[in-house]
């Protein structure tokens, strides 16, 4: 009996290690079925379009498990509805935890596009697994990347497979037809518009035919065609807001916005999102004062959504009420955006001449510095005041410490710089182009030129011009890099030799003819220089650097002259 009490004490202890194996179990399927009961209700909150609840649930998530691709889905999916922008750094986590999803890299340059990062959609497509060039809806995205980025005939490619790859498919043929819309050749884009009439007509496609053909006529000035297609939009129940805004654009064209404004603020006020759309339509017709009454009579501003807030802000900001925008951001907390609150402020310091800028926009420029993306929202904010400097250097911080946002923070800076012809600011972006794609002969030949502009690392600079001479000797502002290296090293005769090949329109072109004349002078032939210097100066697009040169090269032709 002595071993009966060890078997009881043994089968305690297997009952007891079962029920806590039991226990244990039951522990997990609850943490299980936890976390999908966060993701199931944050779907359908945001289905609903309650987005405060959707962004609660989705937060759930995100803290249960961080490294859960359907959490950082949800919360990507959410913060896209509320503010693309918050949304583009969730993307690039759902990608990398999921690699070889391709929908996720759609997901990811979708909601690029949005913010209007047209290099980070390009880098979200191009890094997608391979099987991403058999899908149409990647072939359609890539031709909408494409067209962001002024690339018309890489896109008219990628519209045409998309419509090859998935031939019903309505919204890309619109698409592809949209570009041809745009084309030189009239008789091209009159056909596209027939397309469009008939799939206006078809019963499948009509609802993007004409918001196609109507954006089309608004385009073209052609009033009578843009009533009859807003007209027929209008007649339809399955339209969105967007279709409204576009027809009421059409009425506005019109002299006739008055007679549906109030009903569209009707429809408007019953969604957030539809009412910061409208009052962006307001502010952008010079009905920024209607925006503001309208808003305070609809909504308690400090309790609505950020969203609705900032719409207000920048209702005032039209309107140059600065000490009442103080005073209403005063009050406000935006989180997500508290920095654009406190540089709204500093900005109303600013215009008033009112002591504190200084501290203001510090705070604005601290608070930022805890997310990247919201250093390069920032500066999109100021640089749309005509904050170069601000914005500038808030972009340069963004390229040398947020890699997701980097791209798009140089294309910025490029932009700022081209329009105040700064050959040193553009030689600096065009360094860290190089430096991220160089086999990008765009990136390669744009460093090569600066550097040779301002006369710095020559050496180096002309083998670049020459490897993407090689690669491209067609090209006229490859072959005008190539020739301005040869003209460094005493080789005009080489750089004629270069420029020559191109056609007589390329060599026409100002700023192709200014380095032809340069590389004449050198070779001798100054008459044939003189023409084409002359050619060069109908443009006053010159940077300082190729001014110097240009008067420098004028005044040889006229000592060479006497």
Same mark, same amino acid.
């Given at each position: 009996?002595?071993?009966?009490?060890?078997?009881?004490?043994?089968?305690?202890?297997?009952?007891?290690?079962?029920?806590?194996?039991?226990?244990?179990?039951?522990?997990?399927?609850?943490?299980?079925?936890?976390?999908?009961?966060?993701?199931r209700n944050g779907r359908h909150a945001l289905e609903r379009f309650d987005l405060s609840s959707a962004l609660s649930f989705a937060q759930l998530a995100i803290q249960d498990?961080?490294?859960?691709?359907?959490?950082?889905?949800?919360?990507?999916?959410?913060?896209?509805?509320?503010?693309?922008?918050?949304?583009?750094?969730?993307?690039?986590?759902?990608?990398?935890?999921?690699?070889?999803?391709?929908?996720?890299?759609?997901?990811?340059?979708?909601?690029?596009?949005?913010?209007?990062?047209?290099?980070?959609?390009?880098?979200?497509?191009?890094?997608?697994?391979?099987?991403?060039?058999?899908?149409?809806?990647?072939?359609?995205?890539?031709?909408?990347?494409?067209?962001?980025?002024?690339?018309?005939?890489?896109?008219?490619?990628?519209?045409?497979?998309?419509?090859?790859?998935?031939?019903?498919?309505?919204?890309?043929?619109?698409?592809?037809?949209?570009?041809?819309?745009?084309?030189?050749?009239?008789?091209?884009?009159?056909?596209?518009?027939?397309?469009?009439?008939?799939?206006?007509?078809?019963?499948?496609?009509?609802?993007?035919?004409?918001?196609?053909?109507?954006?089309?006529?608004?385009?073209?000035?052609?009033?009578?065609?843009?009533?009859?297609?807003?007209?027929?939009?209008?007649?339809?129940?399955?339209?969105?807001?967007?279709?409204?805004?576009?027809?009421?654009?059409?009425?506005?064209?019109?002299?006739?916005?008055?007679?549906?404004?109030?009903?569209?603020?009707?429809?408007?006020?019953?969604?957030?999102?539809?009412?910061?759309?409208?009052?962006?339509?307001?502010?952008?017709?010079?009905?920024?004062?209607?925006?503001?009454?309208?808003?305070?009579?609809?909504?308690?501003?400090?309790?609505?959504?950020?969203?609705?807030?900032?719409?207000?802000?920048?209702?005032?900001?039209?309107?140059?009420?600065?000490?009442?925008?103080?005073?209403?951001?005063?009050?406000?907390?935006?989180?997500?955006?508290?920095?654009?609150?406190?540089?709204?402020?500093?900005?109303?310091?600013?215009?008033?001449?009112?002591?504190?800028?200084?501290?203001?926009?510090?705070?604005?420029?601290?608070?930022?510095?805890?997310?990247?993306?919201?250093?390069?929202?920032?500066?999109?904010?100021?640089?749309?005041?005509?904050?170069?400097?601000?914005?500038?250097?808030?972009?340069?911080?963004?390229?040398?410490?947020?890699?997701?946002?980097?791209?798009?923070?140089?294309?910025?800076?490029?932009?700022?710089?081209?329009?105040?012809?700064?050959?040193?600011?553009?030689?600096?972006?065009?360094?860290?182009?190089?430096?991220?794609?160089?086999?990008?002969?765009?990136?390669?030949?744009?460093?090569?030129?600066?550097?040779?502009?301002?006369?710095?690392?020559?050496?180096?600079?002309? #083998?670049?011009? %020459?490897?993407?001479?090689?690669?491209?000797?067609?090209? =006229? *502002? /490859? &072959?005008?890099? !190539? +020739? $301005?290296? @040869?003209?460094?090293?005493?080789?005009?005769?080489?750089?004629? #030799?270069?420029? %020559?090949?191109?056609?007589?329109?390329?060599?026409?072109? =100002? *700023? /192709? &003819?200014?380095? !032809? +004349? $340069?590389? @004449?002078?050198?070779?001798?032939?100054?008459?044939?220089?003189?023409?084409y210097l002359a050619l060069a100066r109908k443009t006053n697009r010159f940077l300082p650097e190729e001014l110097e040169l240009a008067n420098r090269l004028a005044a040889d032709?006229?000592?060479?002259?006497?």
């Open positions: 009996m002595k071993g009966s009490g060890k078997n009881k004490i043994a089968v305690a202890f297997l009952v007891g290690g079962c029920v806590i194996c039991l226990g244990w179990a039951g522990y997990v399927f609850y943490q299980i079925e936890r976390h999908q009961m966060y993701l498990r961080r490294d859960d691709a359907d959490a950082c889905r949800l919360i990507a999916d959410v913060r896209d509805a509320i503010d693309p922008s918050t949304a583009l750094a969730w993307r690039v986590r759902v990608a990398q935890l999921e690699p070889a999803n391709v929908a996720n890299y759609l997901s990811w340059a979708e909601t690029a596009i949005k913010t209007g990062n047209a290099n980070l959609s390009l880098q979200a497509l191009n890094s997608a697994p391979k099987e991403r060039v058999a899908r149409a809806d990647w072939q359609n995205l890539m031709g909408r990347t494409q067209v962001a980025l002024g690339q018309i005939a890489a896109a008219a490619a990628s519209f045409g497979e998309a419509v090859r790859l998935a031939p019903g498919h309505v919204d890309y043929q619109v698409d592809f037809d949209s570009l041809k819309l745009q084309s030189a050749d009239s008789s091209a884009a009159a056909q596209a518009r027939n397309e469009l009439e008939t799939l206006a007509k078809s019963g499948l496609g009509e609802l993007p035919a004409l918001r196609t053909l109507l954006s089309d006529a608004l385009n073209r000035r052609d009033l009578n065609r843009a009533r009859t297609f807003g007209a027929a939009i209008e007649r339809r129940t399955d339209g969105d807001f967007n279709d409204i805004l576009l027809t009421l654009e059409a009425r506005d064209r019109a002299g006739e916005a008055n007679q549906v404004l109030d009903k569209v603020k009707q429809r408007a006020v019953l969604n957030p999102q539809d009412t910061v759309a409208l009052t962006y339509w307001l502010i952008g017709h010079r009905r920024a004062n209607d925006a503001t009454k309208w808003l305070r009579e609809r909504y308690q501003l400090a309790s609505a959504p950020v969203s609705l807030q900032m719409a207000y802000a920048d209702a005032l900001i039209a309107q140059g009420r600065w000490s009442e925008l103080e005073s209403e951001l005063s009050r406000q907390k935006w989180p997500d955006s508290e920095c654009l609150r406190l540089a709204s402020i500093a900005r109303s310091l600013r215009e008033r001449q009112a002591p504190g800028f200084g501290k203001a926009w510090s705070q604005a420029t601290e608070v930022a510095r805890t997310d990247q993306s919201n250093t390069f929202r920032l500066g999109v904010l100021v640089l749309s005041w005509g904050w170069k400097g601000e914005a500038s250097e808030l972009f340069w911080q963004v390229a040398e410490t947020a890699p997701a946002w980097r791209s798009q923070a140089l294309w910025l800076l490029w932009q700022i710089f081209l329009a105040d012809r700064n050959a040193a600011g553009l030689m600096c972006v065009a360094a860290g182009q190089h430096q991220d794609e160089p086999n990008d002969i765009r990136y390669k030949n744009n460093y090569a030129f600066y550097l040779l502009l301002l006369n710095i690392n020559v050496e180096r600079a002309r #083998q670049l011009a %020459e490897e993407c001479w090689r690669q491209a000797p067609l090209q =006229p *502002n /490859v &072959a005008s890099t !190539y +020739a $301005l290296a @040869l003209y460094r090293f005493d080789k005009s005769k080489e750089g004629v #030799q270069v420029l %020559e090949k191109l056609s007589d329109k390329d060599l026409h072109e =100002p *700023n /192709v &003819a200014f380095y !032809y +004349a $340069l590389v @004449l002078n050198g070779a001798g032939q100054t008459d044939k220089a003189r023409d032709l006229a000592i060479r002259k006497n």
